[in-house]
């Protein structure tokens, strides 16, 4: 029972970090917006950043596997703006 609550726990600290994260992303963003960069020149230097760190971290053959979750992921529409969620 503990091992569950622990796991619980976990889960609710990592959400809470990645909502904390976005906070941050979403604060940098609009300072570069304000600043004059373009959206696209933000979102690939974003991408880069975040795949040389995670390279660092997992590997090459691991991030790949990551990228082509993503490419499916793409493909299904989750990123979409227009997207609903029902």
């Known amino acids: 029972m503990i091992d569950l609550q622990s796991a619980e726990l976990d889960e609710m600290i990592q959400a809470e970090k ?4 976005l906070e941050y992303h979403n604060e940098a963003w609009a300072d570069g917006i304000s600043d004059g960069i373009e ?3 933000l979102a690939e230097t974003a991408i880069s950043t975040a ?9 090459e053959d691991d991030v790949l596997d990551m990228m082509e979750t993503l490419r499916q992921r793409i493909e299904f529409g989750e990123f979409r ?3 609903t969620i029902q």
């Open 18 to 21: 990645k909502q904390v994260a």
């Open 39 to 41: 959206a696209e020149i």
């Open 81 to 83: 703006p227009d997207r």
């Open 51 to 59: 795949l040389v760190e995670l390279v660092r971290l997992h590997g």
